[in-house]
């Protein structure tokens, strides 16, 4: 597909460098562009700012006929058509459900007009799913030979499986029904096989051909920093050593955690902080995202509501204040720093808490309406379906990135999108490779049958922390009062540090053996968990199976190199 000669060849080159004032192509827009005018329906993995948009543009201004683009966001649609017209003077409309009904009208009369001006026509995806009066009209266009080319952007979001699912989404199988020989591209920046194979096919997508570069940001820092309860103040550390004054996203689980963060960094540490979430009024939002693009505030502390459609290019840092609930999101928040491909820092707060609480909205369904995906929404009723089961899976995934001090971060983010990637690459450019570390590697089998072990025998009622003190033998009030001072396996583990008897359970949570069951506790409304062992998974412990874990050797750990880090 790189070839050049396609008989657009010409026509390609020259409007790239003078409507688009583009110099030359980037990986794979040129192959992308020969396919998709060749007919053929072409699936587009393209990392954020890989440059997506032209390989519709181009081509809608090229091809006879108008190019649809069913794109999810409002303000990202409108953000194009400005674009479109000022930088390039390429006429292009949307239809929204929320415009009014005769400016609808007219944009749908001048589409079956046969000097119809627009190149390009932008639609919400629920506009495809309710509108018959819009699918009436692309019946109409199709039938002059004048529907060129459907453009599906964002289009992970087809998939069930993926982290941003839109039940809207789902109905655009029609559109390939409908329009059998119309060319389909679907645009994704994330997507691991299972949802593009997902994509594919409700999309009803033939013979597709499918683009896919790497999803290495080498231009981005990858960290994971243990919180505590001064998380606050290390934020505003870090920020005020590293991006004073620049530009970045704070992550936050809930709308309340999105205004105390915020607060906190603009009043006491003397930020220009804002907060952004899917409980604020359209308008609210709106001028938050303005006062954002024209650098009134630089730091936006927010849900994973502020998202799509953030083309800010010098965004320099991205810090999750709480668990991302899959490797996928987090890939894709963190995408959002840098895209001009400038040095830019991806640092998460982690603590095992903030799983329980993650945990708990999904098995809740009570998370961020707008944001959280339907299946976290739906709660336990998902369990027919599987979707619960793997926001789990998910969430477990993002719990075990975490958990893990010893591999390549960006080997860890690739592997799960079925990428291969050689660790030395990395050039100390994420914490685990930053460090100078000699590890070891630990037969721990005996010390997780024990654990699994203490978790029955008391009865499958504590909590993590609780089976851990009992483990390493505390005395403390609570363990007397539970009377498991007594228990046979009181202090079994008392040779082993608190980390380290901590990251042999949580391996045992992240590989099932054991399962955090959550709960909200009645007397203040606070969630709390007990551990509960998987029996189905347990029985392979006792049939010869071996856990083997990889520990940084002490005596090199302490000497992590400051400037490496
Ligand atoms: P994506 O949708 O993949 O995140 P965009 O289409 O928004 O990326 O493109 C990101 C930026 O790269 C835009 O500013 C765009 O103008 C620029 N761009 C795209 N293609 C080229 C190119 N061939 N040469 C130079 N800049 C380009």
Same mark, same amino acid.
């Given at each position: ?10 026509? +390609? ?42 390989? !519709? ?62 190149? +390009? +026509? ?9 509108? &018959?009066?819009?699918? %009436?009209? +692309? ?77 290495? %940001? ?38 309340? &955690? ?80 840098? %895209? ?102 630990? &037969? ?38 539970? %009377? ?27 590989? &099932? ?28 412990? !006792? ?23």
């Amino acid at each position: 597909w790189s070839s050049s000669n396609f008989p657009w060849e010409k026509k +390609l080159e020259e409007n790239n460098k003078k409507v688009f004032g583009n110099h030359s192509f980037r990986p794979n827009q040129r192959e992308v562009i020969n396919a998709t005018m060749s007919g053929y329906d072409v699936f587009v993995l393209m990392p954020t700012g890989g440059g997506k948009s032209l390989t !519709y543009q181009l081509p809608a201004l090229i091809c006879p006929g108008i190019t649809l683009v069913i794109s999810p966001l409002v303000s990202l649609i409108q953000d194009q058509i400005m674009h479109l017209l000022q930088q390039a003077n390429i006429p292009a409309a949307y239809l929204s459900a929320n415009m009014d009904w005769s400016e609808q009208q007219e944009i749908l009369r001048e589409l079956c007009s046969d000097y119809c001006r627009y190149k +390009l +026509l932008y639609v919400t995806p629920e506009k495809v799913a309710k509108s &018959d009066a819009l699918l %009436r009209n +692309l019946e109409s266009l199709n039938a002059r030979g004048m529907l060129a080319r459907i453009v599906i952007d964002e289009a992970h979001c087809v998939s069930q499986w993926g982290h941003d699912f839109r039940p809207d989404y789902k109905e655009l199988g029609i559109l390939k029904k409908k329009f059998e020989k119309t060319p389909v591209l679907a645009l994704t920046a994330t997507a691991t096989a299972s949802v593009k194979e997902d994509v594919v096919q409700a999309l009803g997508l033939v013979n597709c051909i499918i683009f896919r570069q790497s999803f290495n %940001r080498p231009n981005l820092w990858y960290a994971v920093i243990p919180k505590t309860k001064k998380c606050l103040d290390d934020i505003d550390t870090f920020i005020k050593e590293n991006h004073f004054d620049e530009c970045g996203i704070i992550y936050c689980l809930s709308r309340n &955690d999105c205004e105390k963060v915020a607060e906190k960094l603009q009043e006491q540490c003397g930020h220009k902080a804002a907060f952004y979430h899917g409980n604020m009024e359209a308008t609210q939002r709106a001028f938050v995202q303005r006062q954002w693009s024209k650098d009134e505030v630089n730091i936006i502390c927010a849900t994973v509501a502020f998202g799509m459609g953030i083309n800010k290019p010098d965004v320099r840092f991205v810090i999750h204040h709480s668990l991302p609930k899959s490797i996928e999101g987090y890939h894709q928040e963190c995408g959002r720093a840098g %895209r001009d491909g400038a040095r830019s820092s991806c640092v998460l707060y982690y603590s095992y808490s903030d799983y329980i609480r993650v945990k708990h909205m999904l098995v809740q369904g009570q998370g961020e309406q707008s944001s959280w995906t339907s299946g976290y929404n739906r709660g336990n009723t998902a369990n027919s379906d599987g979707i619960f089961e793997k926001n789990t899976e998910n969430l477990l995934e993002q719990v075990s990135y975490c958990e893990n001090n010893v591999d390549c971060r960006r080997f860890l983010q690739l592997v799960h999108f079925g990428e291969k990637f050689d660790s030395g690459n990395c050039r100390k450019t994420c914490d685990n490779c930053a460090k100078m570390k000699t590890l070891v590697e630990k &037969d721990v089998t005996v010390i997780a049958k024990q654990l699994v072990e203490l978790v029955k025998m008391t009865g499958q009622k504590y909590s993590s922390s609780h089976i851990l003190e009992v483990y390493r033998g505390s005395m403390s009030q609570v363990v007397k009062k539970h %009377r498991h001072e007594s228990v046979s396996l009181h202090g079994a583990g008392k040779h082993l540090a608190k980390e380290e008897a901590s990251r042999i359970l949580r391996h045992l949570v992240i590989k &099932d053996y054991l399962t955090e069951e959550v709960k909200k506790s009645d007397v203040y409304g606070s969630v709390s968990s007990v551990l509960k062992v998987n029996a189905s998974k347990t029985s392979d412990l !006792y049939s010869g199976k071996q856990i083997l874990l990889r520990f940084i050797s002490p005596a090199k750990a302490s000497k992590v190199s400051k400037s490496d880090a």
